[in-house]
């Protein structure tokens, strides 16, 4: 992921989009891919999509909800969450089926 990054600034872009750019990380390695790209974004737009809620809480300045593929809200992560009251998880089992041998 840190190469996907440092190839990402290559030729120094002034917009850098990033998908899922963490999922692959252990946990110190996340906190610091996105210390080492909160230095970094100083005059550029980042683009990151994600569903780690808690890193886009900590580290993005705005955030935007998607439903069905269209934006349903943009706003600053605190006033999204905010707003809504935080998020819930659902978990349901899943039923599992016997089948004969």
Do not use: N
Not at 15 to 42: Q, Y
Not at 46 to 65: G, L, N
Not at 70 to 83: C, E, F, G, N, Y
């Amino acid at each position: 992921m840190k190469l996907m990054l440092a190839l990402a600034l290559l030729g120094e872009p002034k917009i850098i989009v990033l998908d899922d750019p963490t999922s692959c990380l252990d946990a110190d390695s996340r906190r610091e891919f996105w210390e080492l790209l909160t230095k970094l974004k100083a005059g550029r737009v980042v683009i990151v999509a994600t569903q780690e809620i808690a890193e886009v809480q900590k580290y993005a300045d705005r955030m935007c909800i998607m439903a069905d593929g269209k934006v349903t809200r943009v706003d600053t992560p605190a006033r999204i969450m905010q707003q809504s009251g935080g998020y819930k998880i659902i978990v349901q089992p899943k039923r599992h089926v016997m089948t004969p041998l």
